[in-house]
């Protein structure tokens, strides 16, 4: 595989455009119009009930099924707790043929709990690391969160990263927290409007890699993805350089 079609999405805890919260609506929009670009990862946030003990608002086993990608979050310490489906919301699956050879969850500092998954695989002759975030709304803590991950992975073996989620980075050339002197990491990718759902004005989500790996850059629509959510589900395909040190 040269490329790895990835998405991302924010379901906001199931709540839609309408104020009630509906699981159903969100696994819909997974099964008919996620399922169908086919992700190699699939990247979940506000998955998990806001206040502990952060109960799984989705069925996992579920999502697998519908998709064919598969949880990585199989140990106790990728999940907040029993209950959880992953951690403070972030959850995330992949294709089976990414093969995992280590994954983690880094907690980030700020007043609302927040995490990131990191998860290292092979694909054939290619190493990629998955890192799945769901940042603070503050620049000052994205900063510091954005430098945690950084230096996470400044100890980790070289290899290509895939950072995506929900930034919360309104600005188009990235703001302070993407910038490469503070994160030690030289990401890229397309600015596409993904909030608010119904007339998308900001680019809070987003898919960086290499510069020059991210493509195809899109943002689902249809009624019933403006009726699931705030957010429109960020589709893309990162072009992976066959990198296999470490």
Not at 26 to 37: C, F, G, P, Q
Not at 154 to 178: F, H, V, Y
Not at 184 to 204: I, Y
Request: charge should be positive; charged fraction near 25%; include cysteine.
């Amino acid at each position: 595989m040269e490329s790895l079609p990835v998405l991302t999405w924010n379901v906001h805890r199931t709540v839609g455009q309408d104020g009630i919260a509906d699981a159903r609506r969100v696994e819909s929009v997974i099964a008919h119009e996620v399922a169908s670009r086919r992700p190699g990862v699939l990247a979940l946030q506000e998955a998990d009930s806001d206040d502990p003990p952060h109960r799984a608002l989705l069925d996992r086993a579920w999502i697998e099924r519908q998709t064919g990608l598969r949880s990585v979050h199989d140990r106790s310490d990728m999940r907040w707790g029993g209950e959880s489906g992953g951690y403070l919301g972030n959850i995330v699956h992949i294709d089976p043929d990414l093969q995992i050879d280590f994954h983690r969850i880094v907690e980030l500092p700020g007043h609302c709990p927040r995490a990131a998954v990191l998860v290292e695989a092979r694909l054939g002759g290619s190493r990629v690391r998955i890192v799945s975030c769901h940042l603070s709304l503050l620049q000052a803590l994205r900063a510091v969160q954005i430098r945690l991950i950084g230096q996470v992975i400044a100890r980790r073996a070289p290899m290509q990263t895939i950072l995506l989620g929900d930034l919360n980075e309104w600005r188009p050339w990235g703001g302070l927290a993407l910038a490469p002197a503070l994160s030690g990491m030289a990401l890229s990718g397309p600015t596409v409007r993904t909030f608010p759902a119904g007339r998308p004005l900001l680019a809070l989500d987003r898919v960086l890699s290499a510069p020059g790996c991210v493509g195809d850059a899109v943002a689902l629509d249809s009624p019933a993805i403006r009726a699931a959510s705030d957010h429109r589900p960020l589709f893309a395909r990162v072009r992976l350089r066959g990198e296999a040190r470490g």
